[in-house]
Structures are given as structure tokens and as C-alpha cells.
């Protein structure tokens, strides 16, 4: 069966044809059939979808234009635009969510994800929640790039427990940075940042050559109670400690 509505309007936006839903004589929803902007050729329109909440009036959810593009809650957007409107201050709360993506399943280290695609319709790119235990809520979430004649590879994970994996999925410390493995060894347990290679391991400031890169430690009273810094326009490099220079080398080691 096909349902059938034209209507020879003048004018965009006007409706077409609707169908709407009524409880028990109550207005609670309909799909609108309208006319697109091309007045000329009426060749082009819309599809809006439209619910009642409880006490209100009618109001469009969905609109999907005459180039494929979906709103929900906004008539504007790219090729899929979801709005929300909460003066929730608080962004972990829960009473203005846009999007939800839920995987019912109950095993372990299952996912959900949303994948990007290109033009050719591989799989460029993905971000995703990963339920390391179903049973409660100890969820990771990755993000994963794809090299051109490469496959998809994650790059970075943050874990249940706030710790980050760069070339890791699962870093040992709050910051881990895993270029190549080192073998089986562990940072120390009061790591804040570890870097992680197979072969040399290297930490690198740069720096324009009028100016200092430093390495500083700090405490409550002083946040350069202590220091390394090597001077690119003096080409030296000094030592700090309780916080004035105690130790300088110029560039002939002395």
C-alpha cells in the first residue's frame, strides 16, 4: 500500500501532507510531509517528526531536509545535529544527554563505539567505551586511528581508574607514553609520567636558541626549589638547589 499526499503549495515549509496520532482525542504525534525551498520546480522537501510531552503542545523532535541531513531537536546542522537545552551547570549529570550508545551484552571487554568512515567507506577512525567487568561499571574508553595502507590501531586510552595510555591500552602509571617495549618491567608505583621504549627513551624540550629549556622541582614554598637548565643563548647548563644556581657548566665542560 502507498500513501499519497500533493498538494500544489507556493510556499517552503508549508505542509503536504501529514500523519498524525491521537490518544483518546489528545494530539500526541505526527510526520509532516513539507515543501523544500525551491519554489520554482517544486521538486525538493522535508520530513519532520513531531512528539507531545506530557502537558505540552506539539513539537518537531526530527527534520530531515532535501539533502539527507538529520536534525534532532534543531532544524539546523551537518549531516546529523543533536540539541539539547539544560542550564545543568554540572557536567557529569545525567539530565541533558545528547547521545547514548548501549551494548546489552554481559560478556567482559565487550564495546560500543562510533566509527568514522571516508569516502571509500573504510574505517579511518573510532572511539569507544570498553566494559572491562559487566557486572559493574569499571569501563575504559579508546580512541583508535588507521595509517594510510595500515589497519585500525588504537593510539590512546584512558582507563576506570583516570590513568592514560598513549601506544598503550593499558599504562601503568597517570601518564604513559609507549613508544616500544622495554620489556617485562613496571614503572614505580609513584610514576606520574612514564616513558616507555625499546630502544632509547627520550625526553625533548625545544626551544628557540635565544631562550632556556628547565626541568624544575617545586614544593608549597617554592615551585623552583630545585632546577636543570640549559641556556641556548649561553650554552650552558646549571643546577639549582634551595633556589639559587649552585652549579654551572659552560660549553668546554667546565
Known amino acids: 500500500a502507498v500513501f499519497v499526499g500533493d498538494s500544489n ?25 513539507a515543501a523544500g525551498t525551491d519554489t520554482t520546480n517544486k521538486d525538493d522537501g522535508i520530513i519532520t517528526v513531531h512528539t507531545t510531552p506530557s502537558g505540552g503542545g ?8 532535501s539533502s539527507g541531513q538529520v536534525g534532532i531537536n534543531t532544524t539546523v546542522g551537518g549531516r546529523v545535529a543533536i540539541a539539547v537545552d539544560s542550564s545543568n551547570t554540572n557536567p557529569l549529570a545525567t539530565g541533558f544527554i ?15 563505539c ?7 567507506g573504510g574505517i579511518v577512525g573510532r572511539f569507544g567505551a570498553q566494559f ?18 595500515g589497519s585500525l590501531t588504537e593510539r590512546l586510552r584512558i582507563t576506570s581508574g583516570g590513568k592514560f595510555g598513549f601506544g598503550t591500552n593499558s599504562p601503568d602509571q597517570t601518564v604513559h ?25 627520550v625526553l ?29 643563548n649561553a650554552n650552558t647548563m646549571s643546577f639549582g638547589a634551595n ?3 649552585r652549579m654551572q657548566l659552560d660549553g668546554n665542560g667546565h
Open 132 to 149: 572491562k567487568d559487566t557486572s559493574d561499571k569499571d569501563t575504559d574508553l579508546y580512541f583508535a586511528t588507521r595509517a594510510d595502507g
Open 243 to 245: 633556589g639559587p644556581t
Open 98 to 112: 545528547a547521545l547514548t550508545l548501549k551494548n546489552t551484552n554481559t560478556t567482559d571487554n565487550t564495546s560500543v
Open 58 to 65: 506539539i513539537t518537531e523532535r526530527i527534520r530531515i531536509n
Open 114 to 120: 562510533m566509527d568514522f568512515n571516508n569516502s571509500v
Open 177 to 201: 607514553i609507549h613508544k616500544g617495549s622495554a620489556g617485562s618491567v613496571s614503572s614505580t608505583a609513584t610514576s606520574v609520567l612514564t616513558l616507555e621504549n625499546s630502544t632509547t627513551a
Open 204 to 232: 625533548q624540550f625545544l626551544t628557540p636558541n635565544t631562550a632556556a629549556a628547565q626541568l624544575r622541582f617545586g614544593d608549597p614554598q617554592d615551585n623552583g626549589a630545585g632546577f636543570i637548565e640549559y641556556s641556548h
Open 9 to 33: 503549495r507556493t510556499g517552503a515549509g508549508q505542509h503536504l501532507a501529514e500523519y498524525r496520532g491521537y490518544w483518546d482525542g489528545n494530539h500526541v504525534g505526527r510526520i509532516v510531509f
